[in-house]
């Protein structure tokens, strides 16, 4: 198990930008991991923040016709405003422009400058302004930036250099002996496969004649820092000062979090840095993939990641968040679309998640109260088993940052459950007084269940896990030591909990709840449906969820399967009048030919057969 302090950080955003997917996707999963953290009992610190210098900031603040100052204020209030509004849980947010991190800039500028790790010199090279650097031969493509395909413009200067070259060797040693020190592992090869060209110094200053909004060289104010060696030393500046209480406690264990398009200035010139500045190396530096947008083809497609990041409004921030974190394989890239956070909201959190809420605490409810543990039989033993070892595959998905193996994890346990609630069918026992201590002991293993989802699933979706204990009467905060199976105490009083999750109409799915398509009059004709009388009833082999139904339809007699198996015993349907529709085309379900459809209603897990209130003879006309 890793140390029991986490010093997680994401990158700071430029305030050039309105908060985006992008952004929201790597501040989320911080979140997660800061939670999940804590729930271990872990010392989390948890910052983000924002880069807040540079020439686009200047020019769009001359153009506003307002100060850098002010532009910078408003601009980084949006993103604080932001990771509000998501309920993130940062423990800080850190300013460029803040005087505690002019500060330590200028602190470890000095100090480098006087151990001559700086040195001043001439350059002369092929310069980008939409990226604020140089670029070499081998990169420019037809003499033009590869990232913005824009015409270069050689610049000849005087700058401060930092002797990055010197450290080549180390750092790749450094690398090589902390295999996990770069993670997941493609990124690792990638920073060495760099590493196997000569590494040039570094470049770290821009003539204040060309830049004026950066933090002034403290031994040449002629001079403003480069952007990158600014806004790297935030994540020691945002400590405090160098050596204080809370830099001892917390930078030994820092872990940067960062998207792919800042691999090199996180892998090379940062490790560079602070050794030469005499600091310690971060222990891990995990880098995620990018969402690509206009996957989607059937509804309208996202059109930029700012309307990306508005669907937390539309879907809610619980639903974002469990989608970005299932869908995206950490360290890969993963395409976002509307539909498929639709179609995760409805499959997973309404379906797998909300209907297993939704039918626990009903029970639960209807009980009042949680009754005694009662007698544990194999399909017990088997949740509390399972539980256990997704607990510990959640533990090792989450040491990797591999959210989705994590949610994976636990939505097979939550199978689990909704396969034990049906088999093990709480309704029927709640109608046979004798069964009793049967029922107890299924509805403890519910409401057990109920309990430890509202802890494990804390880090992921924050606002359903506090709904489903506070269900369960729980306030206050929680701890996965609370998490063991066995905790619950009978007598807790359970409140019923439903639509946690309500289905979204956007796919074929949730036409089910819908407000549905209108049809004309002849549309409906085409369905016959008629009277129908059950003649004989039977289990379907191996079915938990099929009956094969005889049913006789005027002179004629049919075989019809009916998904009602956990909601009708057999016996009680024979001589029951039922409505069914009769011109469906044959379809076989496990080896048997169905011919026509029993109708029956359903909601949150009840199911009730079409019957009629006054008799009729089998065949009679239904419209
Ligand atoms: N200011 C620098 C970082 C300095 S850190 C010392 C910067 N800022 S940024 O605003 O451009 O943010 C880049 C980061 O935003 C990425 O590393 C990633 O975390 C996130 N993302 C931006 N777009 C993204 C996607 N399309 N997909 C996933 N995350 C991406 O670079």
Known sequence: MSESVLYLTTPIYY?????????????IIADAMARYRRLRGDRVWFLTGTDEHGDKIAQAAAKAGVSPQALADTNSAAFRETWVRLGITNDDFIRTTEPRHTRVVQQILQTLWEAGEIYFGKYGGHYCYGCERFYTEKEIVDGKCPDHDTPLTWIEEENYFFRMSAYQDWLVKYIESHPDLIRPERYRNEILGFLREPLQDLNISRPRTRLEWGIPLPFDERFVTYVWFDALINYVSALGEIGGEHYTTFWPHAQHLIGKDILKP?????????????????????????????????????????????LTDTY???????????????GLDADFSEEALVGRLNADLANDLGNFVSRATTLLAARGEVPPRGEVTPAEAEVATVYRKMRADVDAAMEEFAFSRALSAIWDWLGLLNRYVDSEQPWTLAKDPARRPRLESVLYTLGESLRCLGIVLDPFLPLAAGKIREALGVSGAVTFADAEWGGLRSGTPVRKLSGLFPRVAKDAKAAETAPSERIGIADFARIDLRVAEVVAAEAMPKSKKLLKLTIALGDETRTVLAGIAEHYAPADLVGRKVVVVANLHPAKLMGVESNGMVLAGSSEGSLALLTLDRDLPPGARVK
Do not use: Q
């Open 15 to 27: 305030i050039n930008a309105r908060p985006h997917l992008g952004h929201a996707y790597t501040t």
């Open 266 to 310: 996180h892998g090379v010139y940062w490790p560079c840095m602070l050794k030469a500045a005499g600091l310690p190396v971060y222990t891990h530096l995990n880098v995620h993939g990018y969402w690509r947008l206009g996957g989607g083809k059937m509804s309208k497609s996202i059109g930029n990641v700012v309307e990306a990041l508005a």
């Open 316 to 330: 809610g921030h619980d639903a974002f968040r469990y989608f970005v974190m299932r869908e995206a394989v950490f």
